[in-house]
Every structure is written in structure tokens, then in C-alpha cells.
């Protein structure tokens, strides 16, 4: 595909030159295939090289970077990957402080590696780098 254009990706992307990335989930985990599909996503642009600056989480999205979770022995653990992509990578993992509060979610219930923020940020992320990419209704 080098050399041809697809709607909505640049030469950037087609040519593998590394970009920044941040993320927007809006979904929460379990009950909606967005918060799968974004960190599949973060996970694969890591290991092309590229850079997941950070995933900011919206809405109930927020609900995937809690402590509260406890999934079965046999099921993915969704916080859990988002701290270690945290750690491993250092990707921010951030939740809009407007949707935790609604939620009863604060600071000692986020995962390790994740914080709560104003949504300012969001603006940040996006101006910060080079895609963002949002995942969820």
C-alpha cells in the first residue's frame, strides 16, 4: 500500500514513520468491546515502534482504570493491562475527574500507573500528538 492514499490516514502512517498517539475510551470494561480494542490497538502501535502517549478515559471508560474489578481466574483483567502498559511503557492512563465523580470513583481507587484528571487534558493529549483515536460510543 506505500505510495497510496486511504481516507483518513496520512503518508505518515503509510510510509511507517514512528507518531505519537493518544487515546480516547469511552466505554467501560466487560460490557462493551471498545476498552478490548484499545489497548489491542495500544498494545500492536507499541510494539510497530510508535508511541501511545496516553489513554484518557470518558464516561464510563473511566470504570477501566479502577481497583474494583475482580474478574474470574479465566478472564482478561482489564485494569491490570492498563497498569502494566503503564508502567512497562509509561503510558498515561487517565479518567476525566467529572465522569469518576459521577461514578464514586477517586484517587485511591485508581490502578497504579493511573490518575484522575480535568478534562483540559483531553485537549492536551490532542494537541500533544499526532493521532488521536477514540474507541466507544
Known amino acids: 500500500m506505500r505510495g497510496t492514499a486511504l481516507p483518513g490516514f496520512s503518508a505518515t502512517i503509510?510510509?511507517?514513520?514512528?507518531?505519537?498517539?493518544?487515546?480516547?475510551?469511552?466505554?467501560?470494561?466487560?460490557n462493551h468491546q471498545a476498552a478490548d480494542t484499545a489497548y489491542?490497538?495500544?498494545?500492536?502501535?507499541?510494539?510497530?515502534?510508535?508511541?501511545?502517549?496516553?489513554?484518557?478515559?470518558?464516561?464510563?471508560?473511566?470504570?477501566?482504570?479502577t481497583n474494583l474489578t475482580d474478574p474470574p481466574q479465566d478472564d482478561r483483567n482489564i485494569a491490570a493491562r492498563w497498569s502494566e502498559m503503564a508502567k512497562e511503557h509509561g503510558v498515561e492512563i487517565l479518567a476525566c475527574i467529572a465522569a469518576s465523580k459521577r461514578r464514586g470513583i477517586t484517587d485511591d481507587l485508581m490502578i497504579e500507573g493511573g490518575s484522575i484528571t480535568?478534562?483540559?487534558t483531553l485537549t492536551d493529549?490532542?494537541?500533544r500528538n499526532d493521532r488521536l483515536l477514540t474507541f466507544g460510543d
Open 40 to 65: 489491542k490497538f495500544a498494545e500492536a502501535a507499541i510494539k510497530k515502534g510508535h508511541t501511545v502517549d496516553a489513554v484518557f478515559l470518558y464516561n464510563d471508560g473511566v470504570i477501566n482504570a
Open 118 to 120: 480535568g478534562l483540559g
Open 125 to 127: 493529549i490532542a494537541i
Open 14 to 30: 503509510l510510509n511507517s514513520e514512528k507518531v505519537k498517539i493518544g487515546i480516547l475510551l469511552k466505554e467501560g470494561p466487560y
